[in-house]
């Protein structure tokens, strides 16, 4: 099992930045990849970015240029850099941990992100 929490979510004006934490803690030596996908309501839940096993990043088209995934190995924590916020990117945005043997999702319980227009 793999637990994860999410923190550094909160309100923030168009144009600022915020920065997501996520620990995690339990069997994750057998992760495969992190990410941070987001959800609004109303809508379903998107991928924002995604950090591998191997260092290797991907984002959404949407955040691309504005938003940065990166971990800590030492302190067994991903970070999700947010600037140049928008009204559109809020949501409530979560926290997963991905491994292919057995296929499995962890999720965390979810941060809310406020952006004001």
């Known amino acids: 099992q793999v637990q994860l929490v999410e923190s550094g979510g909160g309100l923030v004006q168009a144009g600022g930045s915020l920065r997501l934490s996520c620990a995690a803690s339990?069997?994750?030596?057998?992760?495969?990849?992190m990410a941070w996908y987001r959800q609004a309501p109303g809508k379903q839940r998107e991928l924002v970015a995604v950090?591998?096993?191997?260092?290797?990043?991907n984002y959404a088209d949407s955040v691309k240029g504005r938003f940065t995934i990166s971990r800590d190995n030492a302190k067994n924590t991903v970070y999700l850099q947010m600037n140049s916020l928008k009204f559109e990117d809020t949501a409530v945005y979560y926290c997963?941990?991905?491994?292919?043997?057995?296929?499995?999702?962890?999720w965390g319980q979810g941060t809310q992100v406020t952006v004001s227009a």
């Open positions: 997963n941990a991905f491994r292919f043997l057995p296929p499995s999702h962890y």
């Open positions: 339990g069997s994750i030596g057998s992760i495969n990849s």
């Open positions: 950090i591998k096993s191997g260092g290797s990043t």
